[in-house]
């Protein structure tokens, strides 16, 4: 999951030697087969709306790795590299590519598994439109 590159800077490391590169792979595929497995199992059905918080998510972190760069001049990714700009049209595209997975695992979500609510399936968006006065 981690690049080479991010393999052999994080692989050589002094103090954590091999220990860091697999903290790095399990720091993040640990939460993401946690968030998977549990969408699959429960009967609770992904929002579509809720896309907006991975954009959110997208610009505060991305904030908070420009603001580190301004301060230090350190750049933290080999990908996001804000002296020469890329790292802004890197962000949108990893935003774009989220958004879209997220979107499509909700269709999937919702084809999968019906919200039982007396003998009728429902999907988020038509019980939005039922509520609706």
């Known amino acids: 999951m981690l690049r080479s590159e991010q393999q052999e800077i994080h692989g050589k490391h002094e103090e954590f030697g091999w220990g860091r590169s697999l903290h790095l792979e399990l720091v993040h595929s640990v939460p993401g087969c946690a ?7 429960t009967n ?15 610009l505060l972190y991305g904030t908070f790795c420009w603001a580190y760069f301004l301060l230090t001049g350190v750049q933290q990714y080999s990908f996001l590299d804000f002296s020469n700009g890329d790292a802004f049209k890197n962000l949108f595209w990893i935003n774009l590519a989220s958004v879209i997975v997220y979107i499509l695992f909700c269709s999937i979500d919702e084809r999968i598994k019906p919200i039982n609510e007396g003998g009728y399936i429902y999907t988020y968006n ?4 039922r509520n609706q006065v």
């Open 44 to 58: 609770c059905i992904l929002k579509k709306d809720n896309w907006k918080f991975i954009t959110y998510m997208t």
């Open 126 to 129: 038509q019980l939005d439109k």
């Open 35 to 41: 968030c998977f497995l549990n969408a699959i199992c």
